[in-house]
């Protein structure tokens, strides 16, 4: 295996690639990404790229044609199966298509370049109301869909352009991925709103939507390229989440299973790209040869695996490839070359040998594959009218139909599927099974003190010599490729993967090649046994939501750490008439210490009406007239009956450990972790309210956290350091502001802040405020938007008397200074509005505060003035 970056690949000024394809003939590959001004596409030779001869040949032309009509970056590139069309998609809303012209070459205007080749656009669709993210080609070439940010997939109709077959709408995010199915009879997306969906193509309608994978994953990637394997038996989704970390998940087609996936990858998946072809290798031990598929993964961790279906582990590795994020991955149709693109600019060419990868089905081989498995073969599963694909995979149903050939054979009958209508029904079988068993996977994975895990992807070779041409500036490797098999995995399997792990704590090493003016190279060897040493307490940050720039926050949430209980000395808390006392450290094992929880009746009583013990140190613990609730060491959070200790719910788990927990008279209970994560549960009903809600966007300039508790409406609120408040808004799903003593609108309406008691809630939030003599030379619009500003806050938060303050307050200020259009709009909502601008209904709030405030109104305005109102 060879691996090298072409360094005159680029787009000027090391501007970002997005996209890069490879022609199916393999003559020429296009590159997609950012111009000059605009979206640039560059169509290159392939040849100078994989023959050095050919590159140092200056008859050779390595840049056959650039195309700049895009108006904005371009996001996506490819070849429809023929390879006679290009199409493009960008962030101008636009897709194209692309055709080869006769009209020889041209020169670039203002560039000096010479296009080679004349590429031009023959049909622009512009029916997308955002940016175009992703397109694919349907294996019969005669539909090509594209994923956009306006959160629908539109099928266009590649016979007739621009008509359009559907528009795909489900999604609730922006659409990054999709992808056929290679028989044509699904198609998949994939979206920022945490789901991936499978369509049927006969009749447009959603057959199954998969979240399970996705519920823990954040929208940090630009794209999310998802692929389908050939034998159409699997499709492996980017950026998914098991345990904790980044995974590209594996969906079955039986039933749309999804108990594997591939691990190792630090970072999130943004694009996976099967290998068009199903390879073949002789089995060890066996006569029969084995058939595999093969995948590559790129992520945000700058690095690419090489998956084969036949193996256990990845067939190779090669980390720092980049000094970006990977976006873009794509197969010659021979399967030995794979190129791939990176945010940084720059392309890289992986080439393999034909005994490392396997060696290609032919097309007899194929069909027949086809047919075992769909009763079809590749080019009968192609509805030629495009009316939609019908493939019966019941296995009962294909062998009546075979049995009822079989015996009409002699009177030259045959019983054949009804051909499609517009409507039809496909049939599906969840017992479908036509090929060799999954084995169980094996992992090598590193446990955190923390209880993370942390999984690095493993060669299976050495790393021999390599070889530097130093007059191309191309770094050029040889690696051997592991031929170890085991036993093939391109059809669906009954038993989830099962995981042995192993604890490595040896230092990672890694051979490392510097070349002037080229990227580093990192490549995991396998002798070197390599597995990272476990960095302890220094992964104490957001994971869920790592981007380039990222720092721990772990110094922010340690403010908190006063708030945990002592080792070794008994803390008495009281709750009503209740004693609670808690001891960490109070008995030893021989397998570590036990901390205890002993609750009294009352203040006075010397005896506990109940204990019990805890195997790990409890940090902090709070309680009501119901729950006592204690969060360990360990990562776990557990809840007793105070009547009684016993445990309503069984240890809970989270990610990391817990700095603050604040619990309700209801049973809300809220905690946020030293890596500023924040939870809530309703123990009470047994469920969950918020999970994995990120503090880290609240955290900017030098504010630490202070507290994090509750509201009298059970509203999570977080006060920082530097007197800036927060609550999150579970219903708009985000963070909303209640105080910031930092912004200059504060500094100003602070004054009128005085009159407010400082117990209310908003006020005691706002104890931090300038309360500064109001500025009579500013325009009374300044006052008016503090107003508005602590009209919506106290609306938030739910309280009435603050409520009912502000209102009065802004109802004064109109008055005297207006404008009448917002007097009007106040006397409108309080008669009853059809809709309302505020984030929480009004209903929450006490009916006398509007009656009370509509009859000052009045008292204080003509009839006259406001007509009927």
């Known amino acids: 295996m060879i691996f090298f970056k072409p360094s005159w690949v680029t787009h000027e000024g090391d501007k970002p690639i997005f996209s890069v394809d490879i022609h199916p003939k393999g003559g020429r590959f296009a590159t997609g990404g950012q111009g000059g001004s605009g979206g640039r596409i560059v169509i290159w030779n392939i040849a100078p790229v994989l023959s050095d001869i050919d590159e140092t040949d200056p008859k050779i032309p390595k840049m056959l044609c650039q195309m700049d009509n895009h108006l904005a970056c371009v996001n996506v590139v490819r070849w429809n199966n023929e390879g006679h069309l290009l199409a493009s998609g960008g962030d101008d809303k636009l897709v194209m298509i692309w055709r080869l012209t006769c009209e020889g070459s041209s020169s670039i205007f203002g560039s000096g370049k010479v296009n080679v080749e004349t590429w031009k656009c023959v049909h622009t669709l512009n029916s997308h109301n955002g ?21 629908t997939v539109i099928i266009w109709n590649a016979q007739k352009f621009p008509e359009k077959i559907a528009v795909l709408k489900g999604h609730t995010g922006m659409v990054k991925g999709v992808t056929w199915d290679p028989v044509g009879k699904y198609i998949a997306s994939q979206s920022d709103d945490k789901s991936l969906r499978i369509w049927r193509t006969c009749d447009w309608v959603q057959q199954e939507v998969v979240k399970d994978p996705f519920v823990d994953c954040s929208a940090t990637t630009h794209v999310l390229r998802l692929s389908w394997s050939p034998d159409g038996q699997y499709l492996v989704s980017s950026h998914a989440m098991n345990g904790g970390g980044p995974t590209a998940q594996i969906i079955e087609r039986e039933g749309w299973r999804q108990d594997k996936d591939f691990v190792g990858h630090r970072k999130a998946v943004t694009c ?32 690419i695996s090489v998956w084969l279906t036949s193996l256990k582990r990845p067939l190779v590795v090669i980390k720092d490839l980049f000094d970006d994020s990977v976006l873009d991955i794509s197969w010659s149709s021979n399967g030995l070359y794979l190129f791939a693109c990176s945010w940084d600019g720059s392309v890289a060419c992986v080439i393999f040998e034909q005994e490392e990868i396997g060696i290609p089905l032919s097309i007899k081989e194929k069909n027949d594959l086809y047919e075992r498995i769909y009763h079809k073969s590749l080019q009968k599963s192609w509805n030629l009218t495009f009316s939609g694909t019908q493939i019966v995979e019941n296995p009962e149903l294909l062998t009546a139909i075979d049995k009822i050939n079989e ?20 049939f599906e079988s969840p017992k479908l099974n036509t090929s060799i068993l999954v084995p ?10 923390s209880g993370k895990r942390r999984i690095t992807p493993m060669l299976l070779t050495s790393v021999p010599t390599s070889t530097v041409d130093t007059s191309n500036n191309v770094v050029r490797t040889n690696l051997e490729v592991s031929s170890k098999e085991s036993t093939s995995f391109s059809s669906s399997s009954p038993t989830k993967s099962k995981i042995v792990v192993e604890t490595v704590t040896d230092e990672a090493k890694s051979s490392t090649y510097n070349v002037p003016s080229m990227k580093t190279f990192s490549i995991v060897n396998e002798a070197n046994k390599l597995m990272g040493k476990p960095p302890g307490t220094q992964i104490n940050q957001l994971t869920c939501c790592e981007v380039p720039g990222d720092q721990p926050i772990v110094q922010f949430i340690n403010v908190l750490d006063p708030l945990k209980l002592p080792s070794g000395t008994t803390v008495t808390k009281q709750c009503g008439s209740v004693k609670i006392q808690i001891t960490n450290n109070c008995h030893k094992t021989v397998k570590g210490s036990l901390a205890s929880i002993e609750v009294y009746k009352s203040i006075n009583d ?10 790990s140190t409890i940090r902090c613990v709070a309680a009501n007239k119901k729950f006592i609730v204690a969060c360990c060491e360990d990562l776990s959070i557990n809840c007793y009956d105070i009547k009684s200790g016993a445990r309503p719910l069984p240890p809970i788990i989270i990610e990391d450990v817990v700095s603050s927990i604040s619990l309700s008279q209801d049973g809300h209970c809220l905690v946020l972790t030293k890596t500023g994560l924040m939870y809530m549960w309703n123990f009470e009903l047994c469920k969950c309210v918020l999970s994995r809600i990120s503090i880290r966007s609240l955290l900017s300039g030098k504010g630490a956290v202070n507290s994090c508790g509750l509201s009298s409406s059970n509203l999570p609120v977080i006060t920082l350091t530097d007197g800036r408040a927060y609550s999150y808004a579970s219903e708009l799903q985000t963070w909303v502001q209640l105080s910031n003593p930092l912004d200059p609108l504060s500094r100003i309406g602070g004054s009128l802040t005085r009159q407010i008691p400082h117990n209310l809630p908003l006020a005691s939030l706002q104890r931090a405020m300038p309360l500064y003599n109001a500025h009579d030379s500013l325009p009374s619009g300044v006052t008016l938007s503090f107003l508005e500003c602590q009209l919506t806050s106290s609306f938030v938060i739910n309280s009435a008397d603050e409520y009912r303050h502000w209102l009065i307050a802004t109802v004064n200020h109109l008055l005297d200074k207006g404008p009448e259009c917002r007097l009007r709009i106040i006397l409108d909502e309080l008669l009853g509005p ?35 109102n």
């Open 407 to 426: 015996t009409n054979n002699t009177a030259n009958i045959s019983l054949e599927l009804p051909k499609p209508v517009a409507q039809e029904v496909s």
């Open 834 to 868: 059809t809709y309302s601008p505020l984030p929480i209904k009004k209903s929450k709030l006490d009916d006398t505060i509007l009656v009370c405030t509509y009859w000052k109104v009045k008292t204080f305005i003509p009839s006259g003035n406001l007509g009927n």
């Open 131 to 151: 940016d175009v993210l992703d397109l694919s080609w349907a294996p019969h070439d005669g539909w090509l869909a594209s994923g956009s940010v306006d959160n």
């Open 272 to 303: 996976v790209r099967f290998n068009s072809n199903i390879l073949k290798k002789m089995a060890p031990g066996s006569p029969k040869s084995q058939q595999y598929c093969c995948c590559a993964i790129g992520s945000r961790d700058r690095s």
């Open 440 to 449: 169980a996977n094996k992992q090598v994975e590193t446990r955190l003190p």
């Open 606 to 615: 010397k005896e506990p009406n109940w204990d019990t013990y805890i195997g």
